[in-house]
C-alpha cells in the first residue's frame, strides 16, 4: 500500500539525503574497505575526538558534521557511504547542535522494507532530542512529528501482524506526547491511540473468530450445521458473496438465499423478500437480516426506480432497519463512491468517452461481493470509460476537515495497463495513475509495472497529489486493455491515512488485512 510521509519540519532533511535512502545494504568486503579508508584518513583525529574524555561536544559535532558531509560525497562507494555514516551519528548526538546532522542520517536511511518501522522510530527519537532541548515556538512542533512518526511505525507493525511491536511504538509515541506536548493535545492524542488499537484488537479477534469457523467447515464440507454458523457470521459482517457457498450447504431456506445470490443478476426483490422470512427463523439475527432485506431492496429501486413492485419496496425500505455490520466497521466518515452500489453503472452509461463496456460483476468483488466490471472494447487495446455525478459523489479534498486521501481495490485479467483518474466539473483531480507502461499520450504517476492479476489496494493522498488545492470530486475515468475489476473506491478525512487503512482492513484485503 502506497504510504503518505507525514508532514514534519525535517522535510528538508528528507530533500538533501533523497540520493542516499533505500540504498542497497553494502557487502562485507565493501564495509571492510570501507572502514580501511576511513582509518586511513579520519583514524587519528577520530581516536583523539572520541577516547580520553578531552574533546568538546562542539569538537565532536564538528568532527561528525565534516564525516557526514564525506558520506553524501561517498554515494559512489556504498562500503565508504555507510562506514561514514555510521562513525558520524553518535557524534552528532553529542550537542543539540549536532541534531540535525543526526536527522539527517537517520532520515536517508528510512526504507519502504521490513526495517521501515524500525527506522521510522529512529528518526522519531532524534525529533524527540531535538524538542526536549528546543525552547522556541518549534518545540510543539518538533514533539507533534516524533509522535507521528512513531504512530506511522505503529501502524506499519499492525499491517504486517506484529501486535507486540506495535505496542511498543504506540508506547513510545503516547510517552513523547505527555512529555512534550501540551496537556490537551497530550490527552487527544492518548485516546486517539488507545482507539486504534482497541479498533486493530477487534479486527484480530474478528480475523481468528472466522478463521475458526472456516477451519470447521473445512473439515467438515458437508456438515449442515457448520455451514450454517459460517454463512450467518459472514452475513453478519456484510459479506454476501462469501456466504453464497457455505449458504448452499446449509439447512432449510437459507439454501434457497443462497440459489437467489447466485442468479445473474439476483433477483433484488426476491433476495430481500426472503431475508424478510429468515429474519423470523432466525430471531437473534434478525436485525441483521433485515437491515440485509432493505440493502437489497434499495439496489432493486436503484437499477429500476420503475421496478413493478416499486411502491411496496419503498414503503419497506422506510421502515426496515438501515444494515449495520457486526464486528469491525468502516468509519462512519469514510465516503463510498463504489462500493455495494451497483447504480454506479448507470452513471457510467451517463459519462461520455471511451468505449470500454462497464457493468456490475456481483459475486467478483472485494469478499466476494459485487463490483464493477470494466472491460475494454478494443481487444488488446486500451480503453476508457468515465463518469460525472454530482449527485453521486460530491466530495470536496482539501488539508484539513473535508476529504483527503483516496483508496481502490482493484485486479485485472488480461492486458498489461490499467489507469485511474478522479475527475471534477473543472477537471481532472490529482494523478492520473497507472499500472503497466504509459500509452505515450499523458506519463501518469506509476503504481506498479503491470495490473495485478490479485486484488490490490493503491491508496493517495489526492489533496497532495492535486497540488495541495482543493477540489470537488465528481466523477472517476477508468481504463483498461483488458477485463478490470474495481471495487471499494473510498475516500477519507483522516490526515494519516488511519481510517483509510481501516476502511481496507476491516474489507479484509490489502497491508492492512488482520492477521488471525
Request: glycine letters at 10%; one cysteine or more.
Amino acid at each position: 500500500m502506497a504510504r503518505v510521509y507525514p508532514r514534519v519540519l525535517f522535510a528538508w532533511a528528507v530533500c538533501a539525503t533523497a540520493a542516499l535512502a533505500g540504498r542497497g545494504d553494502p557487502t562485507p568486503e565493501q564495509l571492510k574497505e570501507g572502514e580501511r579508508v576511513f582509518r586511513d584518513v579520519y583514524g587519528k583525529e577520530y581516536d583523539r575526538v572520541t577516547k580520553g574524555g578531552k574533546a568538546t561536544p562542539a569538537e565532536k559535532v564538528g568532527l561528525g558534521k565534516r564525516l557526514w558531509e564525506a558520506a553524501r560525497e561517498a554515494k559512489d562507494d556504498p562500503g565508504l557511504e555507510r562506514v561514514l555514516a555510521d562513525k558520524a551519528l553518535p557524534l552528532a548526538l553529542e550537542h543539540p547542535t549536532g541534531y540535525p546532522v543526526a536527522l539527517e542520517i537517520r532520515t536517508a536511511r528510512v526504507t519502504d522494507g521490513r526495517d521501515r518501522p524500525e527506522q521510522l522510530a529512529a528518526v522519531a527519537a532524534v525529533l524527540e532530542k531535538m524538542a526536549r532541548a528546543d525552547g522556541t515556538e518549534k518545540r510543539a512542533a518538533l514533539a507533534q512529528s516524533a509522535v507521528d512518526l512513531y504512530r506511522e511505525a505503529s501502524d506499519l507493525e499492525v499491517d504486517a501482524g506484529r501486535p507486540a511491536d506495535a505496542a511498543g511504538y504506540a508506547a513510545k509515541a503516547k510517552a513523547a506526547a505527555q512529555a512534550l506536548l501540551p496537556p490537551g493535545q497530550a490527552a487527544a492524542v492518548a485516546r486517539d491511540i488507545n482507539a486504534a488499537q482497541a479498533e486493530a484488537d477487534a479486527l484480530r479477534r474478528h480475523a481468528a473468530e472466522m478463521a475458526k469457523l472456516r477451519e470447521a467447515v473445512k473439515a467438515k464440507p458437508d456438515d449442515p450445521r457448520q455451514n450454517q454458523l459460517l454463512a450467518l457470521a459472514l452475513l453478519r459482517a456484510g459479506r454476501e458473496g462469501e456466504a453464497e457457498k457455505p449458504l448452499s450447504a446449509a439447512p432449510g431456506k437459507l439454501s434457497a438465499l443462497a440459489g437467489q445470490l447466485a442468479r445473474t443478476p439476483p433477483d433484488h426483490a426476491r433476495v430481500g423478500n426472503l431475508y424478510r422470512e429468515l429474519a423470523d427463523d432466525h430471531p437473534a439475527d434478525r436485525a441483521v437480516l433485515l437491515g440485509l432485506a432493505r440493502r437489497h431492496y434499495e439496489t432493486a429501486l436503484g437499477l429500476d426506480p420503475k421496478h413493478p413492485d416499486a411502491a411496496r419496496l419503498r414503503l419497506l425500505v422506510k421502515e426496515l432497519p438501515a444494515f449495520r455490520p457486526a464486528g469491525p466497521r468502516v468509519p462512519a466518515d469514510a465516503a463510498a463512491l463504489i462500493d455495494e452500489n451497483p447504480a454506479v453503472v448507470e452513471a457510467f452509461s451517463r459519462g461520455t468517452g471511451g468505449t470500454a463496456k462497464v457493468e456490475w460483476a456481483p459475486r467478483d468483488g472485494v469478499g466476494g461481493g459485487g463490483c464493477l466490471k470494466v472491460t475494454t472494447g478494443k481487444p488488446g487495446v486500451s480503453d476508457w470509460r468515465a463518469f460525472a455525478d454530482e449527485g453521486l459523489c460530491k466530495l470536496t479534498i482539501d488539508g484539513s476537515a473535508e476529504y483527503r486521501f483516496a483508496g481502490f481495490a482493484y485486479r485485472q485479467v488480461g492486458g498489461t495497463r490499467a489507469a485511474f483518474q478522479f475527475h471534477s466539473a473543472a477537471g481532472p483531480v490529482g494523478a492520473r495513475l497507472v499500472a503497466g507502461p504509459a500509452d505515450g499520450q499523458e506519463k501518469g504517476t506509476p503504481v506498479a509495472d503491470r495490473p495485478a492479476e490479485e486484488w490490490t489496494v493503491v491508496t493517495r493522498d489526492l489533496f497532495a497529489d492535486n497540488g495541495g488545492v482543493a477540489a470537488t470530486v465528481s466523477g472517476l475515468a477508468v481504463e483498461t486493455d483488458g477485463e478490470l475489476y474495481l471495487d471499494a473506491v473510498y475516500l477519507t478525512r483522516n490526515q494519516k491515512q488511519r481510517d483509510l487503512r481501516r476502511v481496507f482492513a476491516v474489507l479484509g484485503v490489502g497491508p492492512g488485512k488482520p492477521k488471525p
